[in-house]
């Protein structure tokens, strides 16, 4: 059995090396490098000596190389990794601007992680796992929505437990069919990590963080809510009460990544029978670690370079 397993889009991404540069004018990107929101995830968790295991579909092409080299590399099992002989890996450009905000151009929906399957040897083999794992951002497409869906059901019967990053983007949630999508797991959820921005999008009028968890705790079974709040930290939201972990002070060199680290951090904790207080210090290490290395999967880190980063911060392993 799987300590973790997950689905989703595998792509290579290129990063602008120049602020503020423009897609619609010739510029300087560095990559190609391995990426895919739960592909951090997974490759962070692994990293912590969790057994993961990942679905999901890249070209018979360099980059999809790249990738899946990548994942093996880092103990993740690929045998739910198809490779199409026909369409390309994702791609994914970024370009950062000065106020900090990120701009992006993807190619998933006609890439090889557009056209990902799932057979019920695949559904089998990924369902038996302690905990599956959902990133918002794989509930882009009917597709992928199909196949997490299933896999959820699936895990849910077996007795495993899901965790789900909503990840809200405004350019998913505009589609009715995503955020019925994200409502859907959000009902079969056990482990909830959302940010700021998601509980805002959750909000009812006159909410507060405090309440919108205190409504979705009574709405579903939600046995634990944290919340991701960056360079502050987090919240955990228990049945006996609220824990507060803050974050640790690092130079940010690039923030791709961070949360889905400190997700895959937090869940291979956890999963390792850690207590929660310290899978809390864990996972917002795991996000500061992240953002001081350029590329999306650069940042990940292996339980050593966590506790240094603790360390220096005064905070005991």
């Known amino acids: 059995m799987f300590d973790i397993a997950t689905s989703g889009e595998l792509l290579a991404e290129f990063m602008a090396e120049a602020s503020g540069q423009r897609f619609d004018r010739p510029g300087r990107f560095t990559g190609p490098f391995p990426s895919g929101a739960p592909a951090i995830f997974a490759s962070q968790a692994a990293r912590l000596g969790a057994r993961v295991a990942y679905a999901g579909r890249v070209g018979r092409d360099g980059f999809g190389d790249l990738v899946v080299e990548r994942l093996r590399d880092d103990g993740i099992d690929v045998e739910a990794v198809q490779r199409d002989p026909e369409y390309p890996t994702g791609t994914a450009f970024v370009s950062y601007q000065a106020d900090g905000s990120r701009r992006f151009i993807f190619n998933l929906a006609h890439s090889a992680s557009g056209r990902q399957t799932l057979d019920e040897g695949e559904l089998e ?186 360390l220096a911060a005064g905070e005991t392993p």
């Open 125 to 310: 083999h990924l369902s038996a796992c302690r905990y599956f794992h959902v990133m918002g951002s794989s509930l882009a497409s009917r597709g992928g929505i199909e196949i997490l869906l299933r896999l959820v059901a699936r895990v849910k019967a077996r007795g495993g437990r899901i965790s789900f990053d909503p990840n809200v983007r405004l350019e998913l949630v505009s589609s009715p069919e995503v955020r019925e999508a994200l409502l859907r797991v959000l009902a079969h959820c056990d482990l909830f990590l959302p940010s700021d921005a998601d509980l805002e999008w959750l909000a009812e009028p006159g909410e507060d963080a405090d309440a919108t968890v205190a409504r979705l705790r009574s709405e579903h079974p939600l046995s634990l809510v944290v919340l991701k709040q960056g360079a502050a930290g987090c919240r955990a939201y228990t049945g006996d009460g609220v824990i507060e972990a803050p974050g640790l002070a690092v130079a940010e060199v690039d923030p791709t990544g961070a949360g889905d680290c400190f997700g895959g951090a937090l869940v291979a904790a956890l999963v390792a029978g850690r207590p929660l207080a310290e899978a809390l210090r864990l996972a917002n290490a795991a996000g500061a670690h992240a953002v001081t290395v350029l590329g999306p999967m650069e940042g990940c880190s292996d339980q050593a370079t966590l506790e240094r980063r603790l």
